[in-house]
């Protein structure tokens, strides 16, 4: 690529991946807290639009040096933004899946905590049962066996 073409192509492509990454960071953070407006989201959201960033800025780099027969005309310019543009877009499916995985992860977890909130804690008892004659407290643990000459035989 001619020089004069270089910085040309380099700030269109920084434009195009810096505006797609603030869509996907505020499309992402609102797709993550699923409404409920989660603190830990943003952060979520961050993270995933950092490794965007970083991805495209290295595909973004790699097309401006590769490539000697695309040099010396605006249809080369053309091309080469085409390219980056077909890049930029599969990197943003693969954002948009790794977002997709991790909201589906935070809905596994949030029905989990839901019924596990529902569950009484281990090892405390809900219901009272009558003491049966012979045994004491409000409750007994094993009622005494009343049939088939079991080990409470007396």
């Not at 910085?7 to 505006?19: N, R, S, T, Y």
Request: hydrophobic share 45%; net charge neutral; proline share 6%.
């Amino acid at each position: 690529m001619p020089d004069n073409e270089l910085p040309g192509f380099l700030i269109i492509g920084l434009i195009f991946v810096v505006a797609d990454g603030q869509i996907l960071y505020r499309g992402g953070r609102r797709y993550l807290s699923g409404g409920t407006g989660g603190g830990a989201t943003g952060a979520m959201a961050r993270m995933v639009v950092t490794v965007f960033h970083l991805v495209a800025f290295g595909v973004l780099a790699l097309l401006s040096v590769v490539g000697p027969g695309w040099s010396g005309s605006t249809a080369a310019l053309v091309g080469r933004l085409g390219v980056f543009l077909l890049l930029l877009a599969l990197v943003h499916g693969a954002t948009l899946a790794v977002l997709g995985h991790r909201r589906q992860d935070t809905i596994v977890e949030t029905s989990f905590q839901e019924r596990d909130a529902d569950r009484p804690p281990a090892g405390i008892e809900q219901t009272t049962v009558t003491p049966v004659s012979g045994q004491g407290g409000p409750s007994p643990q094993v009622s005494p066996d009343l049939g088939n000459h079991g080990p409470y035989r007396v």
